[in-house]
């Protein structure tokens, strides 16, 4: 018997979205992982927040959501809160309940920012390395460190002299009178000739992003306004244990692992993997000061490679050399997964805060299956 096609809506509604999401999907392990580590940050949550006023937006669901939006590769914080509106699965993971209106994006945005001045990102990674069963995957003695450039919000156009007067540098070519009149709106943006114009970071700036560098990877590239994000992973299974993002210039690499070393807890001697880019007499005599081996690649194009024979000896030195590789599997999946490779963010820090969360993210998506083998 064919069914009748009539299309009621129920007054009622007794399913919820617990009901809808099935058992075995995997955001139920990382929904589980991700509670651990927000009670652990509720102390810090706690102090960001006055004790009076009307009631923001929970940070819990605010993290919760940002992680979504690293997951699925939503583009925007806009389109975030459209599909929120409409997907039980994404209800369900925030905590939401079937009838609960979505939080209007300024609001969002702007509560965001409280998590932004409290470093909430890092504390997250840091509070969801040290559950014991995530603990026990990680390697405390053998450690790789990599960079990555990361594109800023900002067009070359807006990539001008560091002293030039508002209102230069537009569109307008003409002198005298026709000069001090106001550029006329147009429906685009004006052209740009850069034609004979020596650019660097030491005489321009993006009007954009200031904190943006013009950087290129290697020679034969197009140089682009970057940033450069650093990541530190431990060897054994391959998890993100520190997070940064500086400047993107030539030596910004090794300053940041540098820093990364050292905010180590209780650390004693480790090896450290990297690329041929960190093998440098500076770099390597500065591990050696801080009891760190050196698992450097050896950069032997017309010098001479500050790593020698008393590290290449060792066994593990191809080990670590074969193991550094898999950082790259960090990045490629921030920037095509966790939507790194063009940041939707303007400033060091904010873009900073977003990739130390995106590489949680990136834990997270490995670390059920991990401690399911485990």
Request: proline content about 4%.
């Amino acid at each position: 018997m064919r069914g009748s096609d009539i299309q009621t809506a129920g007054l009622f509604s007794y399913v919820s979205c617990e009901a809808r999401v099935p058992t075995s999907h995997p955001l139920r392990a990382i929904r589980a992982i991700v509670d651990e580590a927000l009670e652990v940050l509720s102390p810090d949550f706690e102090a960001m927040y006055s004790a009076i006023g009307r009631p923001s937006i929970p940070p819990e669901k605010l993290l919760r959501a940002l992680l979504l939006q690293a997951f699925y590769t939503i583009r925007s914080e806009r389109q975030l809160m459209e599909q929120m509106d409409y997907n039980l699965l994404f209800r369900w993971f925030v905590g939401l309940s079937m009838d609960a209106p979505i939080w209007d994006v300024t609001v969002f945005t702007k509560n965001r920012e409280r998590l932004l001045a409290g470093d909430i990102a890092a504390k997250f990674l840091a509070a969801l390395l040290s559950q014991p069963r995530v603990k026990a995957l990680l390697s405390d003695e053998h450690f790789s460190v990599d960079g990555t450039l990361i594109e800023a919000w900002a067009s070359m156009k807006s990539f001008k002299p560091k002293d030039e007067t508002d209102g230069d540098g537009d569109d307008n070519n003409g002198s005298g009178a026709d000069a001090n009149k106001p550029a006329k709106a147009t429906a685009r943006n004006p052209e740009r000739d850069f034609h004979g114009e020596k650019r660097s970071n030491a005489t321009h700036a993006s009007t954009t992003d200031p904190d943006a560098r013009l950087y290129k990877k290697a020679r034969g590239q197009a140089a682009k306004l970057c940033h450069m994000g650093h990541v530190t992973l431990e060897n054994r299974n391959g998890l993100v244990v520190d997070a940064t993002l500086t400047h993107a210039t030539g030596t910004a690499e090794r300053e940041a692992a540098l820093d990364m070393v050292g905010r180590m807890d209780g650390r004693h001697r480790i090896t450290l993997a990297a690329d041929k880019a960190y093998d440098t007499a500076d770099f390597v005599a500065a591990l050696r000061d801080i009891k760190v081996t050196p698992h450097v690649a050896q950069n032997t194009a017309n010098r001479r490679s500050a790593i020698d024979g008393r590290t290449t000896h060792h066994p593990g030195y191809a080990v670590s050399q074969r193991i550094r590789k898999r950082i790259e599997e960090v990045f490629g999946w921030a920037k095509t997964s966790g939507g790194m490779r063009k940041t939707r963010h303007r400033g060091k820090d904010r873009v900073g805060w977003m990739f130390t969360l995106t590489a949680t993210a990136y834990n997270l998506v490995r670390l059920p299956k991990l401690l399911t083998t485990a």
